[in-house]
């Protein structure tokens, strides 16, 4: 499952950002600002227009996302199976 897809305050996991491409400076700016391996995550709200952009929550701190950033955020669910 990836961050543009969980439900609103849906407590989550990051499981890891994936790289769409060699060099991926969306991915690598994810990871400098939080998104890491164990990091709790959630979607805090949804911009009116398309639900963009994601507002995602790391710990104490918050960033607007657009979907197709938030897409690199592999998540697992809290309390799903692994």
């Known amino acids: 499952?990836?961050?543009?897809?969980?439900?609103l305050h849906a407590p989550a996991r990051v499981e890891d950002v994936q790289d769409m491409h060699?060099?991926?400076?969306?991915?690598?700016?994810?990871r400098e600002l939080g998104f890491v391996?164990?990091?709790?995550?959630?979607?805090?709200?949804r911009g009116p227009v398309g639900g963009e952009?994601?507002?995602?929550?790391v710990g104490f701190t918050r960033f607007a996302l657009r979907r197709s950033e938030a897409a690199r955020v592999r998540i697992q669910r809290e309390g799903a199976a692994s």
Request: charge should be negative; hydrophobic fraction near 45%.
């Open 37 to 45: 391996n164990g990091e709790e995550v959630r979607v805090v709200a």
């Open 22 to 30: 060699p060099n991926d400076a969306i991915a690598r700016r994810l």
């Open 53 to 57: 952009p994601l507002l995602c929550q």
């Open 1 to 7: 499952m990836t961050l543009s897809d969980l439900p």
